[in-house]
């Protein structure tokens, strides 16, 4: 079964600092997708990403899927106190069955 | 209006009691999910219906179970609640398996005493 491991789990980062996670799958990645969870809230689709070397972005986010090195990152920059949360990437693996990783959760210090 | 809604969104109960969870979504989806999300928040599936048919059924303890009375309704029952329960429960709806078009419920806290 594919497995997602995103790194770091935690990061802690002053405003306005650039941040970068990293998902990494141990199969082919097809489509990949970010979610955002905030405290007590539910999940909040970010992007979705299909080919290799698609980048989007939302706002300060950007996301890029590296099919070779089947990983995708998520690089915020100039980071603020609303972008903390965690960050969930999922894997679309069979039936529309999403495969999450474990999740990095993100503070903003003001 | 709220795309997936579940009720309750907090919950507290005892060991051993039995407890429901309901989803409802108004998108017209046609494939509905609950996922498991842990103290770790480790988030894992635990079924999917499509049509109201059980398509996907995790490993998960047959104390659990989903009823999907229409298409727009995925219900999870759980019989005979442990401590081990305690987590947060996401319902999500797609149009088919497309998961572009996945939306998340809020989620329902459960925690068991």
């Known amino acids: 079964s594919q497995e997602l491991e995103q790194s770091p789990q935690s990061l802690i980062v002053q405003e306005g600092k650039n941040l970068t996670i990293n998902c990494t799958s141990s199969?082919?990645?097809?489509?990949l997708y970010w979610y955002k969870q905030k405290y007590g809230e539910g999940l909040i689709f970010l992007m979705m990403?299909?080919?290799?070397?698609e980048e989007k972005s939302h706002e300060k986010i950007t996301a890029k899927l590296d099919e070779k090195k089947q990983q995708s990152s998520l690089h915020i920059t100039a980071s603020q106190p609303s972008h903390a949360g965690i960050y969930l990437c999922?894997?679309?693996?069979?039936?529309?069955?999403?495969?999450f990783g474990q999740g990095t959760i993100l503070t903003v210090h003001p | 209006d709220t795309a997936v809604s579940q009720t309750p969104k907090y919950l507290v109960t005892q060991m051993g009691n039995d407890k429901s969870i309901k989803c409802e979504q108004n998108?017209?989806?046609?494939?509905m999910y609950w996922y498991k999300q842990d103290s770790k928040k480790f988030l894992k599936i635990m079924f999917s219906?499509?049509?109201?048919?059980?398509?996907i059924n995790e490993t998960v303890p047959n104390r659990f179970s989903p009823k999907s009375p229409d298409k727009a309704h995925l219900n999870l029952h759980i019989n005979s609640l442990e401590l081990g329960d305690s987590a947060v429960y996401f319902c999500?709806?797609?149009?088919?398996?497309?998961?572009?078009?996945?939306?998340f419920g809020e989620g329902s806290w459960l925690t068991v005493v």
């Open positions: 998108l017209g989806h046609d494939t």
């Open positions: 999500a709806s797609s149009q088919g398996y497309s998961l572009n078009t996945i939306y």
């Open positions: 999922g894997a679309d693996t069979s039936y529309g069955k999403l495969t």
């Open positions: 990403l299909q080919k290799g070397g």
């Open positions: 219906y499509n049509n109201k048919e059980l398509i």
């Open positions: 199969k082919t990645l097809y489509g």
